[in-house]
């Protein structure tokens, strides 16, 4: 029995192939995930370990607010470094200043481009940092550069830098020189960065000299770093964390890691996605194969095997055919992650990754997903070929049609347990891991359960599809085939549905969170002009304070507001704290509705909220608000006014005063808003504002169309990314489209005997396998769509309460996948059409 196996099993080579590709993509996603993660994980692990190895002990200020995710400018008084210095054990310590927010500009007056730009102070004979050329900086207007940001700049040693840091305007610094780190590292991270002297690097990203943020300690030889750090924590208090270059390095790594668990959670769903769209494919194949070899068993059985032999027959295909695919995938993993590990250390400024690696985790993964994949997916038809009986198997009583009845109610079941899975994830009940557990099991349950009603509607909806091509006999054999079987027309098109659902409910979820964002700054913001820039590290865009009057006095602007913003903490809670520079202003262009107080205006001490966190909060007029801001001490404010709910206002849970400014972390504008006066001419002022703003390379001023494009345009690109991961498992369809007519081909080798035997040339028999093709491939698109269409409508409902106010649907983009299924249909019929036109009349009307 296992030699008739085998020898079957190879003497089928085409349907082996297309059988294995598909479990082969899947475990190459799940093993490239595992080499990717793991390979990152060891390089972070050496690269913070060779950026600390200098450090015995840091010493740092406990930051004043909870974290909350961005850089701290709390301070060490330089006489802290002296005091570190004369304790027992100390052999040398020195002050560092080391901040997000040193952005120079090129040469063609914009900002370099780079998502991490630091300011940090040279100190001579610092570890792991080695001067490529030129000097250290002596004097306060000299700088010293890393080498990403020279080859990204184009500046040399000798060459005038305009640079802008968070507490000075632009100024002009000269470059001594370029410097890298050991390793022949250009950079550690990709980061950006410029050293100027201790005194410079305070006063650009600290705001005051005398002060640091950090300060780095060498034990004296023989002493341990452990009792240095216990001694220092002694001396200093509580006002300090001191920890030691190894607690550092595994804190670092920690947040690293958790971060590259999160990337590999995001690959291992796509990959799951791939695998669910391939058990399909592989449950199809093996009803084929099943079906093809139903006389072969049958005869098997009536020589005297038994039904346990037969199912142990079409389990032993699945397991070569998964073994197989295994081994192939674990290796196209590997090469895929090889190329990853390549692409992101280019992209990264050439940092040096450690040697690829491949973990016994991906090699697990590999065979436990590729193997139990495709023995789950050959068990339902094992065991259905087990129970044919030989007699009835070998007069063909066994391929009449069955009624879809069991089918359908069972279909009807698993949906509503899949739509009740979701409606539970998504409204909120489900807490914690239950969420993920209810919303990834929701989801599973509603596309096999709508895979499994898909019979049902498949055979009225394909025949109705193919009506259009029923004109020529062609496409009336091709309507007849496509719905003549509507369980394998079903599960084909099954396939290929799940990735088309994942994909529109996703477009349908941020569509509408742009449409929900262009209606909020249609209707919810009153300005002609916006200035703005793009964000794309930790820290914001700005421009100089002293651009807004300017603005203001331009003929025809009836008034300009700047934003400003920072995060606090607000009686000990995390907030952020929004500031207007003219709050009227702001008022009348933000339309911002008052439900008590007064919101027009704002004292010193003074402070607004929105209903909702004033709800939230317990607040109400004349409440206490105790705010601490990342600098300065504590500011007790009492509520003077709530405003209603604004979209526009939605990330603020607090405006205070403009002098709340002066103890922000960044106190220049982020942003501005202009309104005119009726009759200006919009190009005009914008014109004269582009003036103004000439000298501020991170913002634009913008008409209020540009600036809606402006901010929804970054979630295109996050449609086209979803795409790009979604489209393995649109290949697998495809897939098994192809491998679904190709079999059946096979199966019908007598039928296309019998048509070409009665007249129908090879032309006329392409176009038959096309029709087929082309309806299946469409029917599944369509339900693609409709099962994406509700799915996303049920995720935007259940966020109607975060700010999802619009319901829209991506038209383009879906009468886009129906023209892409249809060319699909053309392509996956090419093999199987050209394979049905070639048959041979005489051998086909003898095969059996």
């Not at 080579?13 to 799940?30: C, E, H, I, T, Y």
């Not at 004109?471 to 085939?481: A, H």
Request: glycine content about 10%; overall charge positive.
């Amino acid at each position: 029995m296992l030699k008739a196996t085998l020898k079957s099993l190879l003497s089928r080579k085409l349907r082996l192939v297309l059988s294995a590709l598909a479990v082969v993509l899947g475990v190459m996603f799940v093993s490239g995930s595992f080499v990717l993660t793991d390979t990152l994980g060891k390089s972070f692990d050496g690269l913070f370990s060779s950026a600390f190895s200098a450090i015995d002990v840091q010493v740092a200020p406990k930051a004043k607010p909870a974290d909350n995710g961005q850089q701290s400018v709390d301070t060490v008084p330089a006489s802290v470094v002296d005091q570190v210095r004369s304790t027992s054990g100390v052999k040398k310590a020195e002050g560092q200043v080391f901040v997000d927010g040193a952005k120079v500009i090129g040469k063609n007056n914009k900002l370099i481009p780079g998502s991490v730009r630091f300011g940090t102070n040279w100190i001579d004979g610092a570890a792991i940092v080695e001067m490529r050329e030129g000097v250290s900086p002596k004097v306060d207007d000299e700088i010293v550069v890393n080498k990403l940001l020279a080859d990204a700049s184009g500046y040399k040693v000798g060459d005038s830098v305009q640079v802008l840091t968070p507490f000075q305007p632009k100024k002009a610094y000269k470059i001594v020189g370029v410097f890298g780190y050991t390793g022949a590292r250009d950079s550690l991270l990709g980061e950006q960065t410029v050293a100027f002297t201790t005194k410079a690097a305070q006063e650009n990203m600290l705001g005051k000299t005398g002060v640091f943020n950090s300060i780095e300690v060498q034990a004296t030889s023989g002493v341990k770093p452990e009792k240095v750090r216990d001694d220092l924590r002694a001396a200093l208090g509580d006002n300090y964390a001191v920890k030691t270059g190894k607690e550092l390095t595994k804190e670092q790594t920690d947040q690293v890691q958790k971060g590259l668990s999160f990337f590999n959670y995001i690959l291992l769903g796509f990959a799951a996605v791939s695998l669910l769209v391939g058990i399909f494919l592989i449950v199809n194949t093996f009803s084929i194969i099943v079906a093809q070899r139903t006389r072969e068993l049958a005869l098997m059985r009536a020589l005297g095997a038994s039904g346990g032999q037969v199912i142990n027959s079409v389990i032993i295909e699945a397991l070569v055919i998964g073994l197989i695919a295994s081994i192939l995938g674990l290796a196209a993993g590997v090469g895929v992650g090889a190329l990853l590990i390549l692409a992101i250390g280019s992209g990264f400024g050439g940092i040096s990754l450690s040697t690829l690696t491949v973990p016994t985790s991906a090699v697990i993964a590999a065979f436990a997903v590729g193997i139990l994949v495709t023995l789950v997916a050959a068990v339902v038809p094992a065991v259905r070929a087990s129970r044919i009986p030989p007699i009835a198997a070998m007069r063909d009583a066994v391929n009449v049609s069955k009624p879809l009845t069991k089918l359908t109610i069972f279909g009807g079941v698993v949906t509503a347990l899949g739509v009740a899975g979701l409606w539970w994830a998504l409204s909120g009940s489900a807490k914690g891991g239950a969420f993920g557990l209810a919303l990834g099991g929701g989801l599973l349950l509603s596309f096999v359960g709508v895979a499994l009603l898909t019979p049902m509607i498949g055979k009225p909806v394909v025949s109705l599809l193919a009506l259009p091509f029923s004109w020529s006999m062609p496409g009336k054999l091709g309507r007849g085939n496509s719905s003549r079987n509507p369980r394998r027309t079903a599960i084909t098109a099954a396939a290929l549905m799940i990735g088309i659902a994942l994909i529109t409910g996703v477009s349908v979820v941020l569509t509408s969170l742009k449409a929900t964002i262009t209606k909020s700054l249609d209707t919810g913001m009153s300005a002609e002009l916006i200035v703005s820039g793009e964000q794309t590290g930790p820290t914001p865009p700005t421009f100089e304070t002293a651009a807004l009057p300017k603005i203001k006095s331009i003929a025809g602007v009836h008034g300009v507001t700047g934003v400003y913003f920072d995060q606090v903490t607000a009686n000990d809670k995390d907030a952020i704290a929004g500031v207007y520079s003219d709050l009227p202003t702001a008022v009348d262009v933000l339309k911002i509705k008052t439900t008590a107080g007064t919101v027009g205006t704002l004292a010193p001490g003074e402070v607004l909220t929105s209903a909702k966190h004033a709800k939230d909060d317990n607040l109400s007029i004349g409440s206490t608000v105790k705010l601490q801001g990342v600098k300065g001490d504590p500011v007790s404010y009492k509520v003077a006014g709530i405003y209603a709910d604004n979209d526009l206002l939605r990330n603020f849970t607090y405006l205070l005063p403009t002098g709340a400014v002066d103890n922000f972390r960044i106190p220049n504008p982020v942003q501005a808003y202009v309104k005119l006066d009726d009759g200006a001419k919009v190009a005009t002022v914008k014109a004269e504002v582009d003036k103004v703003l000439a000298d501020s390379p991170e913002v634009t001023v913008t008409d209020r169309s540009s600036f809606v494009e402006q901010q929804t345009k970054g979630l295109d690109s996050l449609i086209v990314i979803i795409q790009i991961l979604l489209s393995l498992a649109i290949i697998i369809a495809v897939l098994g489209v192809i491998n679904t007519l190709a079999l059946s081909m096979i199966e019908r080798t007598k039928e296309l005997g019998l048509l070409r035997a009665v007249g129908m040339g090879r032309a006329q028999m392409m176009g038959m396998v096309t029709v087929e093709s082309v309806v299946i491939s469409v029917f599944g698109a369509l339900l693609g769509i409709g099962v994406g269409v509700a799915l996303g409508a049920a995720i935007v409902r259940a966020l109607k309460d975060q700010g999802f106010s619009s319901f829209a649907l991506p038209w383009g983009q879906m009468i886009g996948y129906l023209i892409f299924a249809a060319v699909i249909g053309v392509i996956a019929a090419v093999i199987p059409a050209i394979r049905a036109a070639r048959t041979d009349v005489l051998k086909a009307i003898s095969y059996e």
